[in-house]
Nanobody, 121 residues
Framework: QVQLVESGGGLVQPGGSLRLSCVASGSIFSIYGMRWYREAPGKQRELVAAIHSGGSTNYADSVKGRFTISRDNAKNTVYLQMNSLKPEDTAVYYC???????????????WGQGTQVTVAS
C-alpha cells in the first residue's frame, strides 16, 4: 500500500503565495506521473498541473504563469508553488501519483486526502 500526505494549504489573501507538498510513502518501487487536482464547491475536480517522470510539465490555462509544479524523486515528493493567488483558486487540492509497487507490476494511481486552499481578504 501507498500513502500520500499533503500539506501546505491554508488561508491567504489575494495576491499571496502558498506552497503545497505531497509526500508518498509505503510500498514504492518507482514513481511515474505526479499531478495536482483541485475541486471547488459545486464544480468538478479539475487537473491543475502535472509533472512527468522525465520532468516535463503541463498546466491548466487558468494557472499558467502563476503556479509551478516540481518534484523531488529522492524524497518521493511533489510540490505546487502557487503565486499571485486569486479567490477563484479557492478549492480543495489533491495530489495524484502513479506508483509502481514492484518490478514488473502495473503502476497504480493513488490520491491524497486533500488540503484546503482559501483565498480571501
Amino acid at each position: 500500500q501507498v500513502q500520500l500526505v499533503e500539506s501546505g494549504g491554508g488561508l491567504v489573501q489575494p495576491g499571496g503565495s502558498l506552497r503545497l507538498s505531497c509526500v508518498a510513502s509505503g510500498s514504492i518501487f518507482s514513481i511515474y506521473g505526479m499531478r495536482w487536482y483541485r475541486e471547488a464547491p459545486g464544480k468538478q475536480r479539475e487537473l491543475v498541473a502535472a509533472i512527468h517522470s522525465g520532468g516535463s510539465t503541463n498546466y491548466a490555462d487558468s494557472v499558467k504563469g502563476r503556479f509551478t509544479i516540481s518534484r523531488d524523486n529522492a524524497k518521493n515528493t511533489v510540490y505546487l508553488q502557487m503565486n499571485s493567488l486569486k479567490p477563484e483558486d479557492t478549492a480543495v487540492y489533491y495530489c495524484n501519483v502513479d506508483v509502481q509497487e514492484g518490478s514488473g507490476l502495473v503502476p497504480f494511481d493513488y490520491w491524497g486526502q486533500g488540503t484546503q486552499v482559501t483565498v480571501a481578504s
